[in-house]
């Protein structure tokens, strides 16, 4: 019987039937595929490319405006009438107030961290999910196969006894109790394989696969390590936990938003020179040059409403930080608990407690064919096995992903499970 952790298997979807076998992949190679392949990957890098070329715009001062005006010119006087022609040019570039600019492009660049940020969280996270979904594919596929072993077993002992003409109820009973648990093993089986294909869909989805495109998954070994003290998670989990670096640029960018609403309660300025030309029939010229200046008015804008929204804004970024804070304290240290109870489980088994179960299951078989085991013991020892199967393999399942929550947590990949080639 193989090990949990040196297992390989191949699971297709019953949509397809596929004419050879695809190769198979190793975790970390799925985990590459996935993330070069992803589509929703390529939302974030959209996101990051707006939030750039935001960052290269928002920095630039307003273009200048230049202002044409031309016309016909008539004068009439008691010495006679004139018709000319008059021309006027100018050229205004709007001035922001000082530090204005400066303050829009900082709140520009928390937009671009915040976008990269996003990213470097989501693609964490994909390949975290990619781990458990195989971790998942490997779990259900033994207890899948321990059910169709058990299931097989009940149905080769019941053809046995059916030949042997029962006579009087305690044989019959017996049967009926084989048939039973044949049905109940059977099910877990089925339960199982449901469970393969719902992981072998998802992983084909995380891909951007078709759903009915067939994948083998070689299953490496995975070293759970101890995990730290509370406290140095703690620690790391404040500095590097990706919620709350996002939360940190948030309130971040909101002290920007509150010194720009004060800023903005002064107008900008418009400054340019300006050239007018008037020209008649007896080529009398009269040119006016100058600077012209546009403030305005009131020169002084109020603007309290919104720096107080921005204010507001900025204590409702303080709380959510806040929140976020004991929230991810409180998942640090469910999640140490629950890693560190399931460790602690696992060490008690050895690596071959499957094995172990599987065999105690055939001896069973063997000796109650041959008379020497009663029908309780050998029902018991099958559903037991069983049972075995599906608690090593969920505590497994769990250890890794209590693991994985950990190193997201704390911003620390490959901390706590490394992958044994």
């Known amino acids: 019987m193989r090990s949990y952790f040196s297992l390989f298997f191949l699971a297709t979807t019953v949509l397809t039937a596929a004419a050879g076998k695809p190769s198979p992949i190793s975790i970390p190679d799925l985990v590459s595929r996935t993330l070069a392949a992803n589509p929703e990957i390529r939302f974030y890098e959209a996101e990051i490319a707006a939030a750039r070329a935001g960052v290269i715009t928002v920095g630039r001062q307003s273009n200048p405006e230049l202002s044409l005006q031309t016309g016909p010119k008539r004068v009439s006087s008691s010495e006679g009438r ?24 900082a709140i520009a660049n928390r937009d671009l961290a915040l976008a990269e940020l996003g990213l470097e969280r989501f693609r964490f996270h994909l390949a975290s999910r990619v781990r458990v979904l195989a971790t998942t594919l490997a779990a ?25 003409e029962p006579a009087g109820i305690a044989p019959q009973l017996e049967i009926v109790t084989i048939e039973a648990a044949a049905l109940v093993a059977e099910s877990g089986a089925a339960s199982a394989k449901v469970s393969v294909q719902k992981a072998l869909l998802e992983l084909n989805q995380l891909m951007g696969r078709r759903a009915d495109t067939p994948l083998m998954v070689k299953r490496p070994v995975l070293d ?9 998670l703690l620690a790391s989990a404040m500095r590097n936990h990706y919620e709350l670096r996002i939360r940190h640029a948030e309130l971040e960018q909101q002290g920007f938003k509150v010194e720009l609403a004060k800023n903005e309660r002064y107008p900008a300025i418009t400054v340019g020179p300006f050239v007018e030309v008037e020209r008649t029939r007896k080529f009398e010229d009269e040119t006016v040059a100058g600077i012209g200046i546009s403030i305005p008015l009131p020169l002084w804008q109020n603007g309290k409403a919104e720096v107080t929204a921005a204010q507001a804004r900025q204590v409702q970024a303080q709380a959510t930080l806040a929140v976020a804070q004991r929230e991810v304290e409180r998942l640090v240290t469910e999640s140490l608990l629950l890693y560190q109870t399931q460790q602690s489980r696992l060490a008690l088994w050895k690596g071959d407690a499957t094995a172990k179960f599987s065999e105690a299951a055939a001896l069973a078989d063997r000796h109650f064919r041959l008379g020497a085991v009663p029908m309780s013991t050998f029902v018991e020892l ?22 994985l929550t950990l190193e997201e947590l704390t911003g620390a990949p490959g901390s706590l499970v490394t992958v044994k080639n």
Request: proline share 4%; no cysteine.
């Open 382 to 403: 099958q559903d037991k096995y069983l049972e075995a199967v599906e608690a090593i393999h969920s505590t497994q399942t769990e250890a890794l992903e209590a693991a």
């Open 140 to 164: 259900q596929q033994d207890i899948a196969d321990a059910s169709g072993e058990v299931a097989a077993r009940y149905a080769s002992l019941r053809e046995v006894m059916v030949q042997r």
């Open 224 to 232: 759970l390590k101890s995990a730290p003290k509370l406290d140095a």
């Open 82 to 105: 004139s018709n000319g022609l008059v021309f006027s040019a100018e050229l205004a570039q709007p001035i922001e107030w000082p530090g204005r600019l400066g303050l829009r492009k």
